[in-house]
């Protein structure tokens, strides 16, 4: 039904009970970034980050400008003791890179530990990690523009716009670079080190960068636990070490 109001000036406009058509909200402007597939070498990921071998796996190291850093530290506990480490895929998001890398870290009992790993080249950063459902060592992913997906057996993760939302780790700081909180006379100390050393290993440990015997006793190294290399002998945490191998 329509009907007439004057407006003024001897003119009219006509209503109507008809309901107003709603204008549709436009759409979010699609991205204009998408995700880039990077060249994955032994020693190279896309030209930006390198793979080094370490005793007992690999580190993933990239060149800031405050130094070359190994970006695993923010991923596992335990960067020297992952067995072995397979950069899987790689992607470029902008200033972004998005890594999918699997590590032995768990022996036989998950033969492939795969980890999303997102770095920011802006801030020099990891700024995210997820480990990816399962344990096979087949991953499979799949890019389509601002979106990533990627999947193990188990169920798949998606990732948008190079981010993964887990927070990275902060890497342990080592006992070399801790301060000591002792407040004994140096004197005393060495006296008491040396103690040690005859209550722990047969002598002074001059081979402390020898393989350790496999992931574990990598770990064991790490924690600062008596650890014992590939030919047998066994390292203590004082710095001493067996005069010959232990079965």
Known sequence: MTAA???GCGKTAETSDKPVEKV???APAAPTVSYEPLLVSDGSVGNTFSVQPLESGNAIN??????VMNILEYVVEYPDGTGYVN???AYSFGSKYLLIVSTGENGNSCPATTYAIAFDSKTESVT???EIAGCSETVESLSDGNKLTVKKEGAASVFYNGEVKQAPRTPAVSADAAPSKSNEEPGKVAAKNVEIKKMMGDVVDDRPNAK????NEAK???QGKPWQD???FVHFPDGSVSDGPID
């Open 212 to 215: 350790p015997n496999g992931a």
């Open 220 to 222: 064991n190294k790490q």
């Open 24 to 26: 549709a909200e436009s």
């Open 5 to 7: 109001v004057n407006v």
């Open 230 to 232: 590939v030919d047998g």
């Open 62 to 67: 990239y060149a800031s400008r405050a130094g």
């Open 128 to 130: 995210g990690k997820e």
């Open 87 to 89: 950069v899987e895929k």
